[in-house]
């Protein structure tokens, strides 16, 4: 579905660390970016409706 709303694969990679119990601190570290790029590609997760906050 990521791939068919035309997301990135940073979206892709982001949405598999996603687990309902990491915070942004873990997955800003985990995916080795800036806090500000990581709430971006989260913002467009929920504006696709794949995640909930």
Do not use: C, K, T, W
């Not at 990135?8 to 942004?24: E, K, Q, T």
């Not at 806090?35 to 409706?49: I, P, Y």
């Amino acid at each position: 579905m990521i791939d068919q709303i035309g997301l990135s694969r940073a979206h892709r990679h982001l949405f598999l660390l996603i687990d309902g119990y990491r915070g942004i601190q873990e997955l800003v570290r985990l995916m080795g970016r800036e806090q500000d790029e990581v709430q971006r590609l989260l913002n467009d997760l929920e504006l696709a409706g794949l995640i909930q906050r």
